[in-house]
Nanobody, 121 residues
């Protein structure tokens, strides 16, 4: 069974930094893309950053220049380095992976359980 588990959320002051990590575990044949999404209270879930095999990462305009997504293919992990954090970055952050398990034909979208990031003084 495939699972995505996030870590690294917490409380940080405006201007501070946090690093989120997510590991995909289980019988995974391949991973096409990994991404971070976030959902603030009363708002829809939005894509923050995505990294696809063989392509450059893409970012939401609101985080460009402040957030960096990276991926370790050997370890099936994706990280999100968040710098210069703002109160409006407060949200639950979700890891997402489009991957192919060994027991399934075709790619399947998986989600982590989410980790809270709060930016406040």
């Amino acid at each position: 069974q495939v699972q995505l588990v996030e870590s690294g959320g917490g409380l940080v002051q405006p201007g501070g930094s946090l690093r989120l990590s997510c590991v995909a575990s289980g019988r995974i044949r391949s991973i096409s893309a990994m991404a971070w999404h976030r959902q603030a209270p009363g708002k829809e879930r939005e894509l923050v950053a995505i990294i696809t095999s063989g392509r450059s990462p893409n970012y939401a305009d609101s985080v460009k220049g402040r957030f960096t997504i990276s991926r370790d293919n050997a370890e099936n992990t994706v990280s999100l380095q968040m710098n210069s954090l703002k109160p409006e970055d407060t949200a639950v952050y979700y890891c997402n992976a489009l991957l192919t398990p060994y027991y399934v034909i075709g790619a399947v979208n998986y989600w982590g359980q989410g980790t809270q990031v709060t930016v406040s003084s």
